[in-house]
């Protein structure tokens, strides 16, 4: 039986869940997330559990509530069923805006919790979208873990070096790595950035080959997937969260595709997304400079005289409003929430 060290436990998760420990709980790593349950592994192999009412109740939002990643403390409840009391704090976690959302709404909507590495993953047997990259980018940058991008199907491309080089400049000093599942290239380079013990999250959209991947890296057909088409697109696959163990190595999770990518709160994302842009603000001779017609604009000089992209410029615009757009809608929530506070104390 794999040790809770080889799941990603250690002195510092020691340490947090040192408050349990006197009430009998025993702690546990959620691997797959049910519509109402939760299998667990931990120090005495693997479990499934619910979530305590104490912990519903208690519970803020359903952020609060654990996620494929966490580390709870569980009531083995040698009576009954197990039952997750807490969840220990988050050292990282991915988040998006919750897809249900109208366009009235925000809702945070934590994806995957405590990965050291999020690979942004793309088909190489398909058009490489580089806005959806980005995109992606900016959630793995916000999460607090590090960024790979794995251009997937490699075996598909001619010159998968070169589209590597091509994309080079995307991430800054984010890695990219070509990997072929089916002929196995890359897969040593992969398996490096996630070494025992830690924790790597797969990102991307349908069909670029995750689950395929996870397979390859595991060595069995732990993962169901889909044949692809003649150009090597994939099909949606996958229907729930996995946190699964690689031989000699250490965990990956992976995930369904997103159909739609809305960013939460991702400024500081963004920047590290963009980092060539972030640095090229800071050139501007006016600190609130709007980058339009602004004398001595770092960004127009570079958009003129071709060093930045005119999509890439772009790309960031959109990302910018669409975050502008989110704070906007939080911020009229927080001053409704604060009417109604006032008013509901004027009546008392």
Not at 145 to 165: C, F, H, Q, Y
Not at 210 to 218: D, E, G, M, Q
Not at 272 to 299: K, V
Not at 309 to 320: D, I, V
Request: with cysteine.
């Amino acid at each position: 039986m794999p040790t809770l060290e080889a799941f990603g436990w250690d002195d510092e998760w020691n340490a947090a869940f040192g408050p349990y420990r006197s009430d009998g709980l025993i702690p546990g790593r959620v691997a797959i997330q049910h519509r109402g349950a939760y299998d667990l592994v931990t120090e005495a192999g693997e479990a499934r559990a619910r979530v305590s009412g104490q912990l519903l109740h208690d519970a803020g939002s359903p952020v609060d509530l654990p996620v494929v990643g966490d580390w709870v403390a569980l009531d083995p409840a040698k009576r009954g069923s197990p039952s997750i009391r807490a969840v220990l704090p988050r050292r990282t976690k991915i988040s998006r805006r919750a897809a249900q959302d109208s366009g009235q709404t925000a809702r945070e909507q934590v994806v995957v919790a405590n990965v050291d590495v999020v690979f942004v993953v793309s088909s190489l047997g398909e058009d490489v979208n580089v806005g959806v990259l980005e995109r992606y980018l900016a959630l793995a940058w916000e999460s607090g873990a590090r960024a790979v991008i794995l251009l997937t199907k490699a075996d598909l491309e001619k010159d998968p070096d070169g589209v590597v080089s091509d994309l080079a400049a995307l991430g800054g000093e984010v890695p990219l790595v070509a990997v072929s599942a089916r002929t196995g290239f890359g897969l040593d380079e992969v398996r490096a950035h996630v070494a025992s013990g830690k924790t790597g999250g797969l990102l991307g959209p349908s069909g670029a080959g995750k689950s395929t991947l996870v397979n390859a890296l595991v060595g069995e057909e732990l993962m169901e997937t889909q044949p692809t088409d003649e150009r090597g697109a994939g099909r949606h696959t996958t229907t729930r969260r996995q946190l699964v163990s690689i031989p000699g190595g250490g965990l990956l999770i992976d995930n369904p595709g997103m159909r739609e990518v809305h960013l939460w709160l991702a400024e500081e994302g963004l920047e590290d997304a963009f980092p060539e842009i972030a640095e090229l603000e800071a050139g501007c001779r006016f600190s609130d400079c709007r980058h339009a017609t602004e004398p001595g604009c770092a960004i127009q000089a570079a958009l003129a005289d071709g060093t930045l992209a005119r999509e890439r410029w772009q790309s960031y615009e959109a990302l910018r409003r669409e975050l502008a757009e989110l704070d906007e809608k939080l911020a009229r929530r927080g001053r409704s929430r604060s009417r109604r506070g006032r008013s509901s104390a004027g009546g008392s």
